[in-house]
């Protein structure tokens, strides 16, 4: 399912107060948390992930992690009483894994349950909680894109040509992966970019348009391979 231009999967349960997802394993049982796609999108880069040492029953709402991005510290809190049985380290080691793949492998602790009954009776379905999430979009602002970006450039007021310089500046310090969202009000940019793209050899990985205003996700290639136009 897609809400307001991000992705909410249909195959778990949500709490959308605390932000995070539910997700029964095949084998039953247990259960992985996660946090939710739009929380990633409005938080930027997260850029550290330390769980809490916590043993035993937790109650509803105890937090399990601490995550800290660009933009927000918060805790990533269990939606219903359980034992936690796993932790992914491997989000702890590289917490980007919350941005860029928040309902897979950036999925935080895998719990068992006290009550087996409590999800179904307490969490809510994508199609219950999506309009509430749409709201919340539209009221936050809230974007979501293929990757998340490392820095947004606003460029409105400027001319193309000012704007790539600006571009071509921003990423060449940057390592390959990192990606730009450029934002400009210049009508010729979709052609220019195409252009841009052409002579650099970047990836335009997505892009929108909103008003007057136009948005470009660029990912900096480790080997860009630039196109010449045919004369």
């Not at 940019?189 to 052409?198: A, K, Q």
Request: glycine residues 8%; contains cysteine.
């Amino acid at each position: 399912m897609d809400v307001g231009g991000c992705p909410l999967p249909e195959d778990r349960l949500y709490d959308l107060e605390n932000d995070v997802w539910w997700k029964d394993d095949p084998e039953g049982g247990s259960a992985r948390v996660g946090i939710l796609g739009t929380l990633a999108a409005f938080a930027g880069p997260f850029r550290s992930l330390a769980f809490r040492p916590v043993e035993g029953t937790l109650e509803r709402g105890r937090s399990v992690a601490t995550v800290e991005s660009v933009r927000l510290t918060g805790a990533v809190r269990l939606p219903v009483t359980a034992v936690v049985v796993e932790r992914n380290h491997e989000v702890a080691r590289r917490p980007r894994l919350l941005n860029d793949s928040p309902y897979d492998l950036g999925w935080v602790v895998r719990v068992r349950p006290v009550r087996p009954q409590e999800p179904g009776e307490s969490l809510e379905t994508a199609r219950a909680v999506a309009g509430r999430l749409g709201e919340r979009i539209r009221a936050q602002r809230i974007r979501c894109w293929p990757m998340t970006p490392d820095i947004e450039l606003n460029e409105v007021g400027l001319e193309c040509s000012a704007v790539f310089a600006r571009l071509d500046e921003e990423l060449s310090p940057r390592p390959p992966g990192d990606a730009v969202l450029l934002v400009t009000d210049d009508p010729t940019s979709p052609i220019e970019f195409v252009r841009w793209t052409d002579r650099t050899g970047h990836t335009v990985v997505a892009h929108r348009k909103e008003g007057p205003l136009y948005q470009f996700l660029v990912r900096k290639e480790a080997d860009p391979k630039p196109r010449r136009r045919a004369p």
